[in-house]
């Protein structure tokens, strides 16, 4: 990793930060990004515009895992490769809403903790767990939230972007957690490679989390970290292959709530 450059910051050793245009600021915690209560105008904009970064970040982990691992199996490689090229285009469609909206990039702060959490792991078995199987999972439950929110809020050309989004995140997931369990098969110690980076993942998250009633940058009272947690979106989980057992012990972690809409009554 010496060559690609690192930075520490509370005790971890993290992957240095991705290039980025001048006109990006990156910041570390979350009371450092511009987050509005959901009336103001600027929400719907720096709510596509912190999407953009993510996606931007999520091309660069995934070209970053094709450079970082020439020795993969083909069949990942082109995985990986098909998952840059969803990313890429996620960038844009999303730029293009943000454009329609009136907003530009580099309005609001970004962060790639992502990159810096994922790109730090030295198995390709660790950053598939971290970013694909934990990361991406956890978007879906958020972006399925958003895709609602957006249609409630009747702007359906916000939902229909980040709809079609999903619909890609699901199968980024999916692949990630065929390729772990046939990688375990083959070599039951990639069990080990995938909780150290899962328990990676947690110590960077607690040490940048932002505490119950902090203020943010723009002034928001942040919720405590249980209340930020997403309903869970148990239709792409089961999708993307999680087992039943996995989708309850997620769903007992985010107290119950679930995206899932309630059977009817026999």
Known sequence: MAEAGTLELAGLTLRADPAREACFTIVRRDAEMHEFEPD??????ELVHRHMSNEI???????????????????????????AWDE???????????????????????????????????????????????L???????????????????????AEVLDGILADEVQH???????????????????MAVASAVRFLAQANAAFQSAAGEVNA????????QARIPAVNVEDRRRAEFSEEEIHEILRQAGFRSLLPPEPAP
Not at 175 to 182: G, L, S, Y
Not at 218 to 225: L, P, Q
Request: proline letters at 5%; hydrophobic letters at 45%; one cysteine or more.
């Open 218 to 225: 723009v002034g928001k009272v942040m919720d405590d970290a």
């Open 40 to 45: 103001e105008a600027r929400a719907v904009r």
């Open 173 to 191: 997931v999916r692949f990630a957690n065929r390729w772990i369990q046939r990688m375990v098969r083959e070599d039951p110690r990639t069990l």
């Open 136 to 158: 991406e999972a956890g978007a879906m439950d958020v972006v399925a939230g958003l895709v609602r929110g957006a249609r409630e809020g009747q702007d359906p050309a916000t």
């Open 57 to 83: 970040t999520s091309l660069d982990i995934a070209a970053d895992c094709l450079a970082r691992f020439p020795d993969a199996p083909w069949e990942l490689r082109l995985e990986l490769a098909r998952q």
């Open 88 to 134: 890429a285009r996620h960038v844009g469609v999303l730029h293009r809403r943000l454009t329609e909206l009136g907003g530009h990039k580099g309005e609001f702060p970004i962060s790639v903790f992502e990159w810096n959490v994922t790109c730090a792991l030295p198995t390709l078995a660790g950053r598939l767990a971290t970013q694909n199987r934990t």
